[in-house]
């Protein structure tokens, strides 16, 4: 007989997630649910407002994300109404996206995703002298001696004598799925302090170009901050750029020196999750990073498309305004369209419709026959479509970008595995490093192309055209994109009289974790867990969480909160 195991909510994610699995009885994952329990309102929010500050509401959506829904918003508004765009906004807003991939990749695998792989605890275990020799011989790594290693495992022994594991509590510590040796566990427990202190200088590059983070400020047509060749004042000097170069610098060591020797070293212990989890096997992508502009995919540093069926000798091109690709289902989600629930919706005309009557939170089990999330279920072409890193670096790799080729066989050869490991578990967690390698060497190309614009004089970043609502069509519609670290992610904006009339978004985590749709397709995190998983100990499934924060999850995206009638639940004044 088989069981139903529930997660909820999955821990060490942004949001509020629920997975249901039913296991037989050898522990295999023969069906699974994904269930996101809170609801998604901001569309309603942004109706009747100015197009031109929307980009302020939608960037609350998420404090993880921070700026991308930021940068979305200001895209489709600038798409609606035709703004141009001077090259040094391009450029500053290029970099400020590459440090939140870097920043945000860095964090989910040492703070999300690591623990799952690392027992904490072991590390107590560990010789501090064979850790150091472990770490000297994977990195350069200056912080790296025995006494380094001692003192870490020192802090770590006061944490567990004192009854208090803090930040390190309620992990499956001792699990027979871990495997590490506890010298690499002690080195990965250093290096997750490490990222810590390393996060919060890097975010220098967001407060430097954008004023705080996180949120920071954009302006439609361009990027908010003056800049100046002089000293002093509030404009963006050639010492705030000088710090963006330092910050650059230490993001690309941190990555080349502790976090990809330390995905490989992890890696090359758990192959076997190089060959699970793959999920649906379609991968979508918008494409971002515009040399020139948003309306020259050419010059866009990662490219858009589709790959079906793990087919990287064909890529399939994306439009966003055409009615009959892009569309959300609500059949097994808590919402209702006004013409049924089988019937899908492009963005332009999407619904957020929080009438729904049917059967909702709380339940001991979700009636997966029935509506079961607060999330949506996208479809390309009425295929469920993975996106994310993975996708990102199957498609930089299928369309020949050398670094990724050369990166990707190198890491691939060390551990000797095929590409088609890449589709997988471990293969998601593998290209999240991989790109950040990839993107963190881009961002200095970027710097240096901002630098020399303003050496030829070239001072601009912020466009004036459109700026009057008098020069606006009586009505418009646009879309803003850009791939946001977790995935592709798509505003649309209707804009009539000035205003807006409909806002959409569909973002990563809806793509990845939506429930089922009308044909009964899975979405990716669901279809991920039916792919070749067991349960050692059902009440501590450790391998179902290893898969979903794969995708690393950001629900906050997807949901907000109200109570089941739709009413606000709490206000917070500051006095």
Same mark, same amino acid.
């Given at each position: 007989m088989n069981e139903r195991i529930v997660v909820d909510p999955i821990t060490r994610i942004e949001g509020h997630l629920r997975i249901e699995a039913e296991i037989d009885g050898e522990g295999r994952i023969t069906g699974a649910w994904s269930s996101g329990t809170m609801v998604r309102g901001i569309e309603l929010i942004l109706k009747g407002r100015d197009p031109r500050e929307a980009w302020a509401f939608a960037q609350r959506i998420c404090g993880v994300c921070t700026l991308v829904h930021g940068i979305a918003s200001v895209r489709a508004v600038e798409n609606a109404l035709g703004y141009p765009i001077p090259p040094n906004a391009q450029l500053i807003r290029n970099l400020m996206i590459a440090a939140q991939f870097v920043h945000d990749h860095v964090m989910h695998f040492y703070h999300l995703h690591a623990l799952d792989w690392v027992d904490v605890v072991s590390a107590l275990k560990a010789d501090p002298a064979a850790t150091a020799a472990l770490a000297q011989s994977i990195s350069n790594w200056p912080k790296s001696s025995p006494g380094y290693f001692a003192d870490v495992q020192t802090r770590l022994k006061t944490f567990i004598a004192g009854g208090q594991l803090g930040i390190f509590a309620n992990g499956f510590w001792g699990h027979p799925a871990y495997r590490l040796p506890p010298e690499a566990n002690l080195m990965a427990v250093a290096h997750y302090l490490e990222a810590l202190a390393w996060q919060r200088d890097v975010v220098q590059l967001h407060t430097i170009f954008g004023g705080k983070n996180p949120h920071p400020n954009f302006v439609v047509g361009g990027a908010p901050s003056p800049i100046s060749l002089a000293s002093g004042g509030t404009a963006l000097t050639m010492d705030g750029l000088q710090t963006v170069k330092t910050v650059i610098e230490r993001m690309r060591t941190f990555v080349n020196q502790v976090y990809l020797p330390d995905t490989l070293a992890i890696a090359s212990f758990y192959k076997d999750w190089f060959a699970r989890g793959e999920g649906v096997g379609n991968f979508l992508t918008y494409g971002d990073f515009p040399a020139k502009s948003m309306d020259d995919p050419e010059s866009w540093f990662i490219p858009p498309g589709v790959i079906l069926d793990r087919d990287l000798s064909a890529i399939h091109p994306v439009d966003m305004n055409a009615p009959d690709e892009i569309e959300e289902f609500v059949a097994h989600s808590w919402y209702d369209y006004s013409a049924g629930?089988?019937? #899908?919706?492009? *963005?332009?005309?999407?619904? %957020?419709?929080?009438?729904?009557?049917?059967?909702?939170? +709380?339940?001991?089990? @979700?009636?997966?026959?029935?509506?079961?999330?607060?999330?949506?279920?996208?479809?390309?072409?009425?295929?469920?479509?993975?996106?994310?890193?993975?996708?990102?670096?199957?498609?930089?790799?299928?369309? #020949?970008?050398? *670094?990724?080729?050369?990166? %990707?066989?190198?890491?691939?050869?060390?551990?000797?595995? +095929?590409?088609?490991? @890449?589709?997988?578990?471990?293969?998601?967690?593998?290209?999240?490093?991989?790109?950040?390698?990839?993107?963190?060497?881009?961002?200095?190309?970027?710097?240096?192309?901002?630098?020399?614009?303003?050496?030829?004089?070239?001072?601009?970043?912020?466009?004036?055209?459109?700026?009057?609502?008098?020069?606006?069509?009586?009505?418009?519609?646009?879309?803003?994109?850009?791939?946001?670290?977790?995935?592709?992610?798509?505003?649309?904006?209707?804009?009539?009289?000035?205003?807006?009339?409909?806002?959409?978004?569909?973002?990563?985590?809806?793509?990845?974790?939506?429930?089922?749709?009308?044909?009964?397709?899975?979405?990716?995190?669901?279809?991920?867990?039916?792919d070749r998983h067991r349960v050692f100990d059902p009440k501590q499934p450790l391998e179902i969480q290893r898969t979903i924060h794969s995708f690393d999850p950001c629900i906050a995206c997807a949901v907000h909160v109200v109570d089941p009638a739709g009413r606000e639940l709490m206000q917070l004044k500051v006095r």
């Open positions: 629930k089988e019937r #899908g919706l492009h *963005p332009y005309v999407g619904e %957020t419709n929080l009438d729904y009557t049917g059967p909702r939170p +709380p339940y001991e089990h @979700l009636d997966v026959t029935q509506s079961y999330s607060w999330l949506k279920s996208p479809r390309w072409k009425g295929r469920a479509m993975e996106v994310g890193p993975l996708a990102r670096v199957l498609m930089l790799y299928a369309k #020949g970008h050398a *670094p990724t080729r050369e990166l %990707t066989t190198e890491a691939l050869g060390k551990l000797d595995l +095929p590409l088609a490991a @890449l589709f997988s578990t471990m293969g998601r967690t593998a290209a999240r490093t991989l790109e950040s390698k990839i993107i963190a060497d881009q961002m200095a190309t970027w710097y240096d192309a901002l630098i020399a614009n303003i050496r030829a004089g070239d001072l601009a970043v912020h466009s004036e055209a459109r700026w009057d609502p008098a020069t606006w069509p009586r009505e418009a519609r646009g879309v803003g994109f850009m791939e946001a670290p977790r995935g592709a992610l798509g505003h649309w904006v209707v804009i009539r009289d000035g205003r807006i009339v409909n806002y959409q978004c569909v973002v990563p985590s809806t793509w990845n974790a939506g429930p089922r749709d009308p044909k009964g397709q899975p979405g990716p995190y669901e279809a991920a867990l039916m």
